[in-house]
């Protein structure tokens, strides 16, 4: 005789099991997925940004070489302006979304030579802090906030993009000067 | 204690099964990247010996008090070869990747309370109560493990850092045993030990077969070498050094702003 317990036991291994095995498979297929890129399924991937929009909210806060600007010139972009030039939380969508494509791009020439894993750690980072931003502004969204915490966290977010692009198109400058020319043009 | 055939036959495979491998691990010089691993297999071997000469020479009691000591030894291996396997994915300058540090807290807390929910819902019949703490400790690894394995698939693909050749291979064999193993063990709690002890015995057999497999491919994958990497050219090792430095300020910078 089955008691409400054993029922009840194996209704959740049943959902447990059930749950992770389609949490595997999506995952490992992502995985196979990511190690079966070449070079031109990742640049197929990658969003057309408004570069020159994308630089000048980042440089209202940062310099060109990356360095946090102080002058009085500096964060002068309001809350409206940086929501146009941004595109508001779809063009962070889109920027998270290329920020997963310029893992796989850095991962792509670390491939080749694993020991260029030093740099792609800090691109994997900076990835993982611009997708914590729009989460944070997802949040913002749901609450109501979003007028307010979207210029804190967005020009963060852009001038973080901003920097990790530039540092990618640096690592394929030293390494791969034809592929360069492809990324110049989707970046 | 009686044993079948099939028992003697699945014993002395799994014994020469974890010999070779490792023999493969030593051979190899795996052991110097795997430690907890190769340790793990070296207690199986010692464990089998262990095992056949008190079953010679021993007391059902002296048996069944050194085959679960033992056991216990080998669940915290294997959650001890599920730590060295994270900490070579998640680990990829020797500290904790700073972004991954709360999901594991979260992911291991909820692991342990998910697998503690089910084994407490557990009821398995049986005649005496170290049977029952038995099963459900058998339980409550195999779905500790299980989660685990599932849970470093998704922080790996969500926080892009790769799996290493060797450390995808010995997880997926781990991973997919574990999964096996948890639903061996929902059916050992299920029948329990009192009035199926012939299922009990086929479920027991059919996790030692899996586990021959899951052996036999840790034998093939660990002696193949990992992929050669190619030589960083000095010059672009010195750039991405430079490069490095720079990069390594930035985020701060944008972090300190207000």
Known sequence: ?187 | MHLTDLDLLLWTAGFGAHLILFCVLLIRRRYREFPIFSAFIFSNIVRTVALFFVQQHGSKASYFYTFWSLGLLDTGLQLAVVYEMYSHTFRPFGRWARDIRDTLSWLLVATIVVAAGLTCLAAPPVRLWMQAVVIKCNFFSSVCLTELFVGMVVLAVKSGLPWKSHVARISQGLGVYSGIDLLIETGHSYFGAVRHTQVYAVLSHFRMTAYLVCVAYWIVMLWRNAPEPRKLPDSLRGQLIRLQRSANSDLEKIRVRK
């Open chain 1, 1 to 187: 005789m089955v008691n409400t317990r054993t029922v009840v036991y194996l209704f959740s291994v049943a959902t447990l099991v059930t749950a992770l095995l389609v949490i595997a498979a999506h995952y490992l297929r992502r995985a196979r997925r990511s190690s079966r890129n070449d070079w031109e399924k990742l640049l197929k991937r990658l969003i057309a940004v408004d570069r020159s929009s994308i630089a000048e909210v980042a440089l209202d806060i940062i310099d060109e070489s990356g360095q946090q600007r102080r002058d009085e010139g500096s964060a002068t972009l309001d809350a409206a302006q940086i929501w146009k030039l941004v595109g508001g939380l779809d063009g962070l969508e889109v920027l998270a979304a290329n920020c997963a494509v310029l893992i796989d791009l850095a991962f792509y020439v670390q491939q080749w030579y694993p020991e260029a894993l030093l740099v792609t750690e800090q691109m994997r980072l900076s990835a993982r802090e611009i997708q914590w931003h729009v989460e944070r502004l997802r949040g913002a969204k749901k609450t109501g906030k979003l007028e307010s915490a979207f210029p804190m966290y967005a020009q963060r977010a852009v001038a973080t993009y901003y920097l990790m692009t530039r540092r990618i198109l640096a690592l394929y400058e030293l390494g791969n000067h034809v592929m360069l020319a492809d990324l110049e043009r989707t970046l």
